[in-house]
Every structure is written in C-alpha cells, then in structure tokens.
Nanobody
Framework: QVQLVESGGGWVQPGGSLRLSCAASGDIYTVYTMNWYRQSPEKQRELVAS???????NYADSVKGRFTISRDNAKNTVYLQMNSLKPEDTAVYYC???????????????WGKGTLVTVSS
C-alpha cells in the first residue's frame, strides 16, 4: 500500500506564510512527478504547482512569485512554501504523485487526503 500524508495547513493572516509538506510512504520503488492541487467550495480543483523527479517546476499563474515547490527525493517528500498569502488562496490543498510500486513495478497515481489552508484577518 502507498500513503500520501499532507501536513502544515492552518490559519494565517493575509500576507503571511505557511509551509506544506507531503510525505509518500509504503510500497514505493520510485516517485516521479509530485504535485500540489487545491480546491475551494467556489472553484474546481486546480493544479497549483508541480515538480519532476529532477526538479523541474511549474506553477499556476495565480501563485507564481509567491509559492515555491521543492522536494526531498531521499524522503519521498514534497513541500510547498507559500508566501504573501491572500484570502483567495483559502482552500484544501492536496498532494498527489505518480510513482512506481516496489511490489509489481506498476506506475500508479496517488492522492493525499488534503490539508486546509485558511487565509483571513
């Protein structure tokens, strides 16, 4: 089995910062691209940022210059540093990853359960 567990969400005032983490564990041979998505009641789930296994990154226009995605391959962990947060960043943030399982060498797509980020004064 594979688990993705997010942490680091919470409440922050506008202009503040938070750092999210997502650790993948279990039946893992290698992890490929890791992504952060977010979803609020008013919007569909959207891709916030992604990072490949060699560190190439991509960001949604709405977070460019404010958010930074990074990863620690030795720990199978991805991070999202969020600065200059705005009320419109309020959402549940989900981690997902494409990875190869050790047990059968099949590539599969996994999601975490999400962590809530609330930006308000």
């Amino acid at each position: 089995q594979v688990q993705l567990v997010e942490s680091g969400g919470g409440w922050v005032q506008p202009g503040g910062s938070l750092r999210l983490s997502c650790a993948a564990s279990g039946d893992i041979y290698t992890v490929y691209t890791m992504n952060w998505y977010r979803q609020s009641p008013e919007k569909q789930r959207e891709l916030v940022a992604s990072i490949t296994s060699i560190g190439n990154t991509n960001y949604a226009d709405s977070v460019k210059g404010r958010f930074t995605i990074s990863r620690d391959n030795a720990k199978n962990t991805v991070y999202l540093q969020m600065n200059s947060l705005k009320p419109e960043d309020t959402a549940v943030y989900y981690c997902n990853a494409d990875l190869m399982r050790y047990s059968d060498f099949e590539v599969a797509h996994y999601w975490g359960k999400g962590t809530l980020v609330t930006v308000s004064s």
